[in-house]
Every structure is written in structure tokens, then in C-alpha cells.
């Protein structure tokens, strides 16, 4: 890869978390990680090698050993980072390691702990105070999103149903990149609302995953900050810069496929490998900067980190390990990724006016409702002072524009005090005038109180207007304004002077790498001797060259010789998965032969399509896409008033007389029965009619209820003689009422 003036490289620091307490408990092995902090080296022993065998050593840009607190590698690491976000680079920092190293307590920590808040907590502390700091003439807008990877489905942790939303899908804008489209992005005006939604989305990730540690060892969860700064340029106008933060919690980089998995987990731990393996092979193709090809297409998280990873970003990676003995395997695959990941070029720049700068837009409607608001208030004045000719003056709205906010609104609740007051005044004059003939007094008084009507209206209208601007207004943070009530001369002296400390603790380590290599150079130089004792001398020390040449040969050796084991062994580890993969395809195969019809499946296969966006087979649906939606939503024209469509013929068959093919809706006769209550029938059983009912004829009770339900042994007979009772009418509104 080419280095070209504005490429760096990517940061790498190593932090190795204490040794806790079973570790401890489970012998005296002790750690097997040591870290030299001046200059940045961790060395690593091998508990199953023999002693003579040499230890490997691995230089980074920064090592943080067990006593390490979390603002060192804050002050130290990251603040410069995420100094060069707010002046509008793109930024990335990633936490990489095996679960239980340490990931989540370095991004995240304690959050009520000052000493243990870990970088996002400071992070947000740091850009508010940034901001509040910063000069009046520049505005931000700082927005939020949080997402997670599982299972190689991008998903919106600040969705309120964020359980049974789809996944999301990348998409790739030239200008800015890969990003998520239809992410949940929330516009943040101080550190309580950006950690509101921080534990908004941790609760979401919590909810679902029986054990939340087991989860979050399983998906990779990224954090989004996008940090907008407006700031007038030498030229008078306006200039945006645009920050994206990532901060990005990995999913353990331990090997999942260990024996024994099956189905649901075997897909998951393939998943999850399939991610971080593609991250490996695109650090490894970066690294070495031969191969034109970088697989950054092969999963969600690389496409995701595409900027980070050799592109236009500042990336920090966080490598975490633990001490303990047995995990050597595992830390010293981390070490060899991360010391991979220091050779990675990018190449960051400044993100100045971009197109989709959303800050942009929030300057554009705060000013075009500033412009309804003044043109309102101008109106009012303009009243106010009775001025006859109502034409528009650009020059007087800028008069009004300039004055100050509460002036203006001020004199706008004025004018419209003194406009009721003058209507009740005139009202009353009305009132008492006895010249007016009545009709004319209330037309008069009328006329007033539409006036009146009208002026609330407005006044309604313009509150209505002032919140909706006092609300867009409030999103965006102008600097110089206190934000932060914590923040004093103080406390800014004091983290000027940590910038300071860490700045030249970061420049010695360097120099002390520096001299180290260049010890191993100048030994050549002083060559040039005149006696034998110098000869002697010379020659010695070139035997100690010679022996230390030797010494990182066979390191070499040891290297390669691991380099290979481990090789076989995820060979031997992606074989096991194949097979079982394989196996479960056999079985799939086995089934839709048994027991799918051919046609049935050839008529599935005929549906399938490859989407090598998403890289994966997808039903083409059944309904043309482009008439989807609107035949869908419309009810077909047949079935309007009606519960379902219905026939032409049905529906002359309906209004022509109660047939009961076509009265589908309801066979029942629910109409109001109006015939008076029949008192006669009563007396029936004495006369002994034999057409009557047998039932009312043994009723005992003279309830009305009853008397009345004989009226419904009679609807028989007025069935016959009105059939036309039965109208659609009938049917409409008995409707309701029957589908209930
Ligand atoms: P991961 O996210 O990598 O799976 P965690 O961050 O959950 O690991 O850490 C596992 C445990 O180790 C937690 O209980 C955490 O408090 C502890 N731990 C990790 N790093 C440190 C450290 N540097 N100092 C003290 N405790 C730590
Ligand atoms: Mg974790």
C-alpha cells in the first residue's frame, strides 16, 4: 500500500485485565503476561514450553498492564482521537479479545464509578465539554445511534420493538460510505440524553438473551456518534464539518466451534466466526498490502468498518487479554491479530460540507420558521401602528429580524393585548350607543366578536409557530453556552495538563523505540579500529550481534511453527464445521425429496433469487413490486357498504325482495317489531283457540317481556305479507350488530 502524506497507521494498544479470583485460586502459576510500559512491549510466556525456549515479545503503540485505570488509556489513546471527530474526522474504536478479557469493561466500565467509567461514558463527557468550551459562533448537532450484529443480521437497538424488527440492510453511498439504511438515529443535547439512549439500547440488547454475557460474547454491538460542527469560514459563510464516531464492543474472539455444537448454535458459532474471520482476513489483506483484493464484502461487520479498516478514518483497536495460563492459545492469537491490525494504512480526512449534513437542514427550517415568525410579528406591528398600506418591506422585516427574540415576542403579546382591548371597547361603545337600531347593534357586535375569534386564531397560530422554532432551535448546541454545570477553570487546567502528560508519555515511548532500533543500526557503524584490542573488541561485538541475530531467528522459527499449528487447527476447526453444515444440507436435501412434491419445489425454485447485495437467496414475491402496495391497501370496489364483495345480480336479487339465497349478511328479521302488545292472547286459553301458541298459551306470567315475545310467533305472517321488510336497509343496519 502506498503512503502518501495523509495516511497513517492504525493505533493498537494492549490492556491485560488483573488476574480475578478463580484464576487466582487455581494455582501458583501466576500470569504468563508481561508488560514493559515504557516501551510499549508485552511479553509472553508459554507455561507448556521448556524455560530455554524464548518468549515472544510484541511491540504496540501503547500497553496498559493490570494496574492500568481507565482514564490513563482514555487521556493517553483516545482523546486524541476523538478530538480529531469533533474537528471532523471519521473515527473508529474497536475493542478485540477473548470474553471475559475485558472488552465491555474498557468501552463501557462502571458507569457510577468515576474511576472505572470506561471510554464511551468518557467519550460523551468529553465532546459536551468540548462543545460547551467551544466559541459562540459555532453550532453542532450531535445525533446517536446503537445497533447490534447478530447471527449476520444488522439490528436497530433503538427500535421500540426492536424484539420483531426486521434486519436492517447496508447500503453504500459514494460520498459517505457504507452505512445502515432506516437507522434509528437520535439527536442528543447533553450527556443525560446520549447515556439515556445508550441504556435504552442495552436494555434492548438485554431483553431476549437469556444470559446477557453469553449474548453479548456472541454479537458485535456498535455505537454511532455523529458530531456536526457549523462554523462561518474566511469567506462569511457557514461551513459544516461532519464526525462519525464508531465505538465498537466485538464479539469474543475466542473459537466458537468447538466440538459438540449442533443446529441453532452450530449456525450461530459459524456466523459469528464468519464475521470475525472475515475481519482477520481483511486486517491480514490490508497488512500486507499485496494483495489488491480486500474481502471486505464477505460479512455485515466488515462492510460496517470498511472506512476503519484502510479507509477515511482514525482507528484505534484495543486488543484485550488475560493473564491466566491457560488461555496462552487464545492470547497469543490476539497479539498476532493485533500486531497484524499496527501495519494498516489509512488514509483520514476531513469530512467538510458534506451533501446529507442533516445540520444543513435544521439551519434552513430554523430559518425559514424564524422568517414566518418575523413576517407574523411585522404583520402585528405593522397593525399595530395602523398603517394603512399593507405591502411586504423586506427592509422592516429585517429591522424586526435584527431586533432581539424576546423583544420582538414581547411586542407581538403587546399588540395583541391592546387589539382585544380595543375590541372590547369598541363592543361596549355598541352597546351603549342608543342610536343604533337593535338589528344593527348585533350585526355590529357580531362583526366584533368574529374579530375577536380571529385574533385568538392567530395569536394560536403564532404560539403554535414560536414552540415549533423554540424546539428545532434547542436541538442544535451553540458553543460558548454552559451545558455542563461542572466545568470550571479548574478542572479544564487540569485535563490540559493530563493531555499533556499523556501527550509526552505517548512522545518517550516512541523515542525509546526509536533508540532501541537504532542501538541495533549503529553497532555496524563503529567498525573502524586500529589495534588488536579493539579488533578483539569489534569482533566481540559482533559476535553479540551475531547471537542476538540467532536468538530472533529461532524466535522466528518458534513463530512460524505456530503460525502453521494454529493454521491446521482452524483448518481442522472449518473442516469440522463443513461437515457439519454438510451433513445438515444432506438431511434438508433428504427431506424436500421425500416428502415435497416436484412440482411444488420447482415451483419454489422458480421464486428464488440471488441478492448479491445482501449475499443471499430471496423469494421474489408474488405481487409485482410496483403495484404492491396501493392493490393491497384498496378494498375492491365490489365490496364497498358491503362486508364482502358481492354480485351485481346479488345485489338487485337484495333490493327486488328478501329471497333468502341473498340475505347472507343476516337470515335473521331484526326490524323494531311495532305491533302493539297483543293483551287478547292472554285471555286465549279460555277461549281455546287452537291457533295459538302452545307456549304463551301455558305461560303463568303476564310480564310484559313475555306478552311480547308472542309478537314474534306472529312474524312468520308478516313475513308473508311484507316480505319487502327485508330491504337492504334492513340488512345495512342490522350489520353491526350481528357481527357482533
Ligand atoms: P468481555 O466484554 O471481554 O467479555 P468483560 O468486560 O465483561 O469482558 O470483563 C470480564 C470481567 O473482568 C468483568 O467482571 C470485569 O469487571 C473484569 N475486568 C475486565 N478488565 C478489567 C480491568 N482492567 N480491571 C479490573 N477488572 C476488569
Ligand atoms: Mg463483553
Known sequence: MSKNKSSESVKVVVRCRPLSRKEESNGPAGGIVQMDLRLGQVILRNPRAPPSEPQKTFTFDAVYDANSKQRELYDESVRPLIDSVLGGFNGTIFAYGQTGTGKTYTMQGAWLDPERRGVIPNAFDHIFTHISRSQSDKQYLVRASYLEIYREEVRDLLDPNHGNARALELRENPDTGVYVQDLTSCVCKSIKEIEEVMNVGNQARAVGATDMNEHSSRSHALFLITVECSQPGPDGRKHIRVGRLNLVDLAGSERQAKTGVQGERLKEAAKINLSLSAL????????????????????????LLQDSLGGNAKTVMVATLGP???????????????????????????????????????????????????????RSKQKSEQVEDESWDGDQEKEIEDEEDEEVEKEGEDYMKLEEQRLEREKEAIRGDQDLIPDEKQKLLGEKERMMVDL?????????????????????????????????EQQKMLEIKRQEIAEQTRKEREIQQQVLIQDEETL????????????VEAKT??????????????????????VNDEHVRSRQELEQTQNELTRELKFKYLIIENFIPPEEKNKIMNRLVFD????????????????????????????????????????????MGGHSRYRAENIMFLELDMTPPNTASVDCSKDGEPNQS???????????????????????????????NVSLAACHTATPAAAQ
Open 280 to 303: 482477520g482476513n481483511v486486517i491480514s489483506a490490508l497488512a500486507d498490502g499485496r494483495s489488491g483484493h480486500v474481502p471486505y464484502r464477505d460479512s455485515k461487520l466488515t462492510r
Open 524 to 535: 555496524e557503524l563503529r567498525e573502524t579500529f586500529t589495534s588488536l584490542q579493539q579488533e
Open 694 to 724: 302452545p307456549s304463551v298459551d301455558s305461560s303463568p306470567t303476564k310480564e310484559k317481556g313475555v306478552r311480547k315475545s308472542q309478537s314474534w310467533c306472529h312474524t312468520p305472517k308478516s313475513m308473508t305479507s311484507s316480505p319487502s
Open 456 to 488: 385568538r386564531k392567530e395569536q394560536e397560530a403564532t404560539e403554535q409557530l414560536t414552540a415549533k422554532y423554540k424546539a428545532m432551535e434547542s436541538k442544535l448546541l451553540v458553543g460558548g453556552k454552559n451545558i455542563i454545570d461542572h466545568t470550571n
Open 324 to 378: 491466566a495460563p491457560q488461555h496462552y492459545d487464545e492470547t497469543l492469537t490476539t497479539l498476532r491479530y493485533a500486531n497484524r491490525a499496527k501495519n494498516i494504512q489509512n488514509q483520514p480526512r476531513v469530512n467538510e460540507d458534506p451533501k446529507d449534513a442533516l445540520l444543513r437542514e435544521f439551519q434552513r427550517e430554523i430559518a425559514r420558521l424564524r422568517a414566518q415568525l418575523n413576517h407574523r410579528k411585522w
Open 612 to 655: 448479491p447485495e445482501e449475499d443471499q437467496w430471496k423469494f421474489q414475491s408474488l405481487v409485482p413490486a410496483e403495484s404492491k402496495s396501493s392493490q393491497m391497501k384498496k378494498r375492491p370496489a365490489s365490496a364497498v357498504g358491503y362486508k364482502r364483495p358481492i354480485s351485481q345480480y346479488a345485489r338487485v336479487a337484495i333490493a
Open 541 to 562: 561485538k559482533k559476535l553479540k550481534k551475531y547471537l542476538k541475530l540467532y536468538a530472533k531467528l529461532q524466535a522466528i522459527k518458534v513463530e512460524i511453527k505456530d
